[in-house]
């Protein structure tokens, strides 16, 4: 009976978000509801398209929703583009900076200097959550909310990006959010965590397994500022990077070390793809690894010493924004083309696949794969999924030391 229940869930999914036609194909090819829809939410996580199966993978890139990247920046700039490549929709949606932006419940978050602002439209209109002076620098969405930090050591909660509590200011700046599901032993007992972490001026890094409520400091031998953070899904890494070109990483979610700090430009940002990280920063620097250790300098040919402040990826798209209004393009993190230039600065940029309007609570089904990895190859006959929705309060775990 569970079986059959995970076969019909499976095909509900499929049916809604790809269409019966997509589904089809795959059907043609011989490929089952289990491994069509485990390989869909594998390649829309953002996991190594490489290791999949080259006719999933065309059949797949086929179905997936198109796209939509949000940057935002000084004196409340916004911009949006669907291929990464030709922007529009610009706004100056407020008078102070926004520095960061997340997508979660069917809606965008930007955050900034002076308070938070959501848009429901794909950044055509903008709703303000009040003039604060709370001065928030990063935002993510996980699993069921939104955690911002900032100035201070702020940090604070939103579960439908509109209304925000559990208010912390405690210690230094905290300029970069990430989160991931890490395993953690304590007291001998080993289980999955929902983890965010944050890190900023002199290496600072703070953890909670709370959802955000309660959070427990961690050291890193460094005393560079922490400017970006990411999560690699694959094998539960978090990585870091910052001031005099810093990099460094945990692959337990709880003790760090320093890959690289060669007091070299900053970096301002990193991100996780399916070819390995990238990280920007200032002087137009680009930099990417395969497994986060050997890193590699990328010339992009632009023949500019802008400033990065972010990079994201999206579509097979990787889009860096930065002073100046700096926007760049790439199909492969190596050969890129400036797409914009000019106006006030962008600080942040995010995507998400098939952006939906609709915050009626209908499309608001949120699935998580659960893949089985050997040898960084993704096994899908040993992988499944559970789906839940948005609205619907996520069970946590506490971890009693954080």
Not at 176 to 193: F, R, S
Not at 214 to 230: A, H
């Amino acid at each position: 009976m569970k079986k059959k229940l995970q076969i019909n869930l499976g095909m509900l999914i499929v049916f809604i978000l790809l269409g019966f036609q997509s589904y089809c194909k795959s059907e043609e090819k011989g490929l089952s509801v289990e491994e069509y829809l485990a390989s869909y939410l594998l390649l829309s996580s953002g996991a190594n398209s490489k290791n999949m199966d080259p006719v999933l993978l065309s059949i797949l890139s086929d179905a997936m929703p198109e796209g939509l990247f949000v940057a935002v920046g000084d004196n409340g700039r916004t911009l949006t583009t669907s291929d990464g490549i030709n922007w529009e929709n610009e706004n100056t949606i407020t008078d102070y900076h926004l520095n960061g932006i997340a997508y979660g419940f069917n809606r965008f978050v930007a955050v900034g200097s002076s308070g938070k602002m959501h848009t429901t439209d794909g950044g055509l209109t903008w709703i303000a959550e009040g003039k604060q002076n709370d001065r928030l620098i990063d935002v993510i969405f996980a699993e069921d909310r939104f955690v911002a930090a900032g100035e201070a050591g702020r940090r604070v909660i939103s579960r439908d990006g509109v209304n925000w509590n559990n208010d912390i200011v405690s210690g230094s700046t905290l300029n970069a959010l990430a989160h991931g599901n890490v395993n953690i032993t304590v007291d001998g007992i080993t289980d999955n965590y929902s983890v965010i972490y944050a890190g900023g001026f002199s290496a600072r890094l703070t953890r909670s397994t709370t959802g955000g409520a309660n959070w427990k400091n961690y050291t890193l031998n460094s005393s560079s500022e922490i400017l970006g953070m990411t999560y690699n899904p694959i094998t539960s890494e978090f990585m870091a990077v910052g001031q005099n070109g810093l990099i460094a990483n945990s692959t337990d979610g709880e003790t760090w070390s320093v890959i690289q700090e060669d007091n070299s430009e900053k970096l301002n940002d990193i991100i996780y793809t399916p070819s390995g990280y990238i990280t920007v920063g200032i002087n137009g620097r680009i930099l990417s690894s395969y497994n986060g250790q050997s890193w590699t300098i990328i010339d992009p040919g632009l023949n500019f010493n802008d400033t990065l402040f972010s990079i994201t990826y999206g579509n097979g798209s990787y889009v860096a924004v930065g002073i100046n209004g700096r926007r760049i393009h790439s199909n492969d993190a190596v050969n890129w083309t400036v797409t914009g230039t000019g106006g006030f600065s962008l600080r942040d940029v995010e995507f998400v696949d098939g952006f939906s309007t609709d915050t009626s609570g209908n499309w608001d089904q949120v699935c998580h794969t659960h893949v089985h990895v050997h040898d960084n190859i993704a096994d899908l006959r040993h992988s499944h999924w559970h789906c839940h929705s948005q609205t619907e309060r996520k069970n946590i775990h506490n971890h009693p030391h954080d």
